[in-house]
């Protein structure tokens, strides 16, 4: 029998205010621990939360961008567990009537279309952080950092309508960029500012049911969420294979084994509790804000891809990539800005330079190459003091040093060779040096035309000038 996996995703992103949720206390990552709080994060008795109506903002942006009905009247609700980081003994999220429903991601797999709904997003505070260790003298300790107490969050849950691990990754990286766009999220999942939660679970083909989901967490990349996926869509069908069944779970990814591990048996809703804070007044927000709102929305993800395509004449498929994080989009522009080629920019960008990040993992706010760099290289390519070929060479060189192109290329004698006689004198050589290949060609094998231009730019170390190198080549071969 055939199985497809059902995927459904749960994000929490770290909203960029400056202060937390529910009181003043600053945000700011990375300080020492316990020094950004106050009585409300910290949970004192008498100490009364506010909502941050920045974070509020934030949210709303995040709804629209995402299509999502934003809802008139919403509610913070208690979600009542113990766990030492969480101070009060619950959290303040949403339940019943979360911020904003409905929406939907648009993404592109393999050429397709698809659209991936948002069935909710809701705000709530974070928790904050356990350190586990030994003291000198090895007795086990446990330290907490309040900080992250109260810094705001939204989840984004997504319906059950991801089909492949590649579509969830695609759906994280397009949610990820929208936040990024709308300057509301860093999206950094390593530091844990974005985070993932994937259900899954496997359903014979044809078959309109779901099956028993497990919940998959500790992924700290895109690449994590994808492996674990396939690996636990891997476990189940094997389950159902040997005819056992797939219990619902929270699981563990272990990035080291590329395994998932079971945590903790699936916790209920009922068992939380959630009612209604009664601290919190209900958020009712009006129409004229949302328009506001909505007027001041940036160009998003979308938007772009259709003016790129439109204004820089370039094909989607380029246009998808070039607009997938706002840096990449504002590289693409400031070099088509100075070199207006758009095309060649792009496929530059798309293949040299991003195989160059993908190998050092870097972003593209990393890259040592600047926009005035790579257009500088267009520039002596375009006007023949380099050939494409030895291009590539400068390129690498550009991005190992972080130099110019054109120092490079005269610090090294990279210019290409432009005169025909020193071209001439390679292509002698080479007819001498092959007289028989020279004489197949010649018996009309027109094939062997291309090994022997290679050869030439070979004597020439890759700097003649392909055309020369043709046309003298050519006449050479006829006389
Ligand atoms: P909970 O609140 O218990 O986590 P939800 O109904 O909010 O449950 O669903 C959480 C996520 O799980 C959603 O993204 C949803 O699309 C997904 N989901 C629900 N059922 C399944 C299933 N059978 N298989 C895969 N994903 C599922
Ligand atoms: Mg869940
Ligand atoms: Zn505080």
């Known amino acids: 029998m055939e199985y497809e996996p059902v995927i459904g995703l749960e994000v929490h992103a770290q909203l960029l205010t400056r202060s937390k949720i529910f009181c003043g206390c600053s945000t700011s990552f990375g300080e020492e621990p316990n020094t950004q709080t106050c009585p409300v994060c910290t949970g004192q008795p008498g100490s009364l939360p506010v909502v941050n109506r920045k974070a509020v903002e934030f949210a709303i942006r995040l709804g629209l961008a995402t299509h999502c009905r934003i809802a008139p009247f919403s509610l913070f609700a208690r979600k009542n567990y113990f766990y030492p980081d969480l101070p009060k003994g619950y959290q303040i999220s949403m339940y019943e009537h979360p911020l904003a429903e409905n929406g939907f991601i648009e993404i592109t797999v393999n050429g397709i279309k698809k659209r991936i709904r948002i069935i909710r997003i809701h705000m709530e505070e974070d928790a904050g952080k356990l350190k586990h260790g030994e003291t000198p003298e090895k007795f086990p300790y446990s330290y907490v950092d309040f900080n992250r107490t109260g810094v705001p969050l939204v989840e984004i849950v997504s319906g059950p309508d991801i089909r492949s ?3 969830a990754g695609e759906y994280l990286r397009r949610l990820r960029a929208i936040l990024q766009y709308l300057e509301i999220c860093t999206g950094d999942m390593e530091k844990g500012t974005f985070r993932c939660d994937a259900n899954v679970s496997v359903r014979p083909v044809g078959q309109k049911e779901f099956g028993t989901r497990t919940e998959l967490k500790n992924m700290n990349s895109f690449k994590h969420v994808e ?13 159902l294979r040997s005819g056992e069944e797939v219990i619902q779970e929270t699981r563990l990814f272990d990035a080291n084994t590329g395994m998932t591990v079971s945590m903790r048996g699936k916790e209920e809703a009922h068992d939380y509790r959630y009612f209604p804070d009664p601290d919190l007044v209900p958020l009712r927000i009006d129409e004229r804000w949302i328009e506001e709102i909505r007027a001041g929305l940036p160009e998003l993800p979308d938007q772009k891809k259709e003016r790129f395509i439109q204004q820089y004449q370039i094909p989607e498929y380029d246009a998808e990539i070039l607009t997938s994080s ?3 989009a504002k590289y693409f522009e400031e070099t088509v ?11 530059w960008m798309m293949v040299e330079l991003l195989r160059e990040l993908k190998r050092d993992e870097r972003e593209i706010d990393q890259c040592p190459i600047t926009p005035r760099h790579l257009a500088g290289m267009l520039i002596l390519i375009k006007n023949g003091t380099i050939s494409g070929k030895i291009a590539k060479d400068v390129f690498e060189e550009m991005y190992r040093t972080g130099e110019e192109a054109e120092k490079i290329v005269k610090e090294r004698g990279w210019v290409q060779i432009l005169d025909r006689g020193e071209i001439e004198r390679a292509i002698e050589q080479v007819i001498e040096a092959y007289t028989k290949q020279v004489d197949e060609y010649r018996k009309g094998k027109e094939k062997i035309f291309g090994f022997l231009v290679g050869e030439v730019m070979k004597k020439t170390r890759g700097k003649a000038n392909p055309q020369l190198v043709n046309e003298l080549l050519k006449k050479k071969l006829k006389e």
Do not use: D
Request: glycine residues 0%; neutral net charge; hydrophobic residues 40%.
């Open 326 to 328: 706002k840096a990449m």
């Open 165 to 167: 691990p590649q579509e």
């Open 337 to 347: 800005a100075l070199f207006p080629e758009p095309k060649v920019v792009s496929n």
């Open 227 to 239: 492996k674990a996926l396939e690996y636990e869509i891997k476990r189940q069908i094997e389950l």
